[in-house]
């Protein structure tokens, strides 16, 4: 199977942390990433992730990979109302010639000044 | 660069209207791709592209039809347009299958 499943909505308070979780099936994924995806906007790449790695820092943003579990989170430290956004994880899949790219369902993160 | 275009940003169709969603991208990319995205059920591949003349289905291709016949364009085709169409359409392009892929802004269709 391959269904990147996330769940659909995070409140936090400005200036806590938020963590977006991610579970996807296809064991044989190679690259994950996670995208952001503003208002009436179409979706960013936020940072990416090798399988072969277990974490990724990236400023405010960490991403952790737990292979095992096949489990992906990316937590935004210091959350700002400028971070309210949809928040979708993909998986690169690359098995025998074929190849896909597959999203997850979104998750809409609401900051609380 | 202006990136991603999509042309138009909205419109609203009556059922069994035909129309053409415009794509460009100016990055010279080979790979190109068509969205839709319903709320709560995240994007849905419709075909993609990977390079000029070649173009395969996506996960829910039905009622769709798209080309390539430049690297730059990659027009989406509704034929006989439902409600069940109505959704906003992304389309994007990427360097490489697992590179980056680049968004337009998006066309919110509505089918009534």
């Known amino acids: 199977g391959e269904d990147v499943e996330q769940s659909l909505f995070l409140s936090v308070r400005e200036g806590d942390s938020s963590v977006i979780n991610c579970t996807y099936t296809?064991?044989?994924?190679?690259?994950l990433y996670w995208y952001k995806q503003e208002p009436g906007a179409g979706l960013q790449l936020l940072t990416y992730i090798f399988s072969n790695m277990d974490m990724k820092q990236d400023q405010r943003l960490t991403v952790l990979l737990n292979k095992k579990d096949k489990h992906l989170s990316l937590r935004i430290a210091d959350t700002q109302t400028g971070d309210s956004a949809i928040y979708f994880c993909?998986?690169?899949?690359?098995?025998?010639?074929?190849?896909?790219?597959?999203f997850g369902t979104g998750t809409k993160l609401q900051v609380i000044p | 660069n202006a990136g991603v275009t999509q042309t138009p940003k909205f419109r609203i169709l009556k059922i069994g209207q035909s129309m053409t969603l415009q794509c460009t991208q100016d990055?010279?990319?080979?790979?190109m791709y068509w969205y839709r995205q319903d709320p709560g059920m995240g994007l849905k591949l419709i075909y993609y592209s990977v390079g000029a003349g070649i173009t395969d289905k996506g996960e829910v291709p039905n009622g769709y039809n798209v080309s390539r016949s430049t690297t730059e364009d990659f027009p989406l085709r509704l034929e006989l347009a439902a409600p069940s169409q109505t959704s906003v359409y992304f389309c994007a392009s990427s360097k490489g299958g697992r590179d980056e892929q680049y968004f337009g802004p998006g066309t919110r269709l509505t089918v009534t």
């Open positions: 993909a998986e690169y899949i690359a098995s025998g010639g074929y190849q896909k790219v597959t």
């Open positions: 296809d064991s044989s994924s190679t690259y």
């Open positions: 990055m010279n990319h080979n790979y």
